[in-house]
């Protein structure tokens, strides 16, 4: 059986009641202000040129995935944001991602907790393009606990 929501591992994390949590896909340059704010992402790819150059156009946009968990933290909608002045070389890293949310009919992601998961380990992530049917994309699972 699935794990119920306050024994879940997700129910004591600063959420909040809304469920959401922000993460900054390839990390942030330093924000306005003098303030010192700059972080590492958690995401990365392979060492090439045309990778480099995105995950740099990333940092300098805010590219941010906002996951909202379902009451029960079995399933969440990850909404793309950014800052889509990059795309026209117009470069403020401290202009929040919240200024644009990628439309779902767009692009829509959602990862599943697989059925062999309980506490919250081992996810299904699917994507969907131009409002198709979701497609199996990975299985993330965790493999160091926090």
């Known amino acids: 059986t699935k794990t119920s929501r306050a024994n879940h591992p997700f129910a004591n994390h600063p959420f909040g009641s809304s469920r959401q949590v922000d993460l900054q896909v390839f990390g942030r340059f330093s924000g306005c202000g003098g303030s010192d704010d700059s972080e590492l992402g958690l995401w990365t790819?392979?060492?090439?040129?045309?990778?480099?150059?995105?995950?740099?156009?990333?940092?300098?946009?805010?590219?941010?995935?906002?996951?909202?968990?379902s009451e029960d933290y079995h399933r969440a909608d990850i909404a793309i944001m950014c800052n889509p002045l990059v795309l026209c070389c117009i470069c403020i890293p401290c202009l929040p991602a919240w200024w644009c949310t990628i439309p779902k009919c767009c692009v829509a992601l959602e990862m599943l907790q697989t059925d062999d998961s309980?506490?919250?380990?081992?996810?299904?992530?699917?994507?969907?393009?131009?409002?198709s049917d979701f497609q199996f994309y990975y299985h993330l699972k965790e493999l160091y606990p926090p």
């Open 45 to 69: 790819e392979t060492v090439e040129a045309h990778w480099c150059l995105l995950m740099n156009l990333g940092r300098c946009g805010t590219y941010t995935y906002r996951f909202t968990f």
């Open 118 to 131: 309980t506490d919250g380990t081992s996810w299904s992530r699917k994507n969907s393009t131009c409002g």
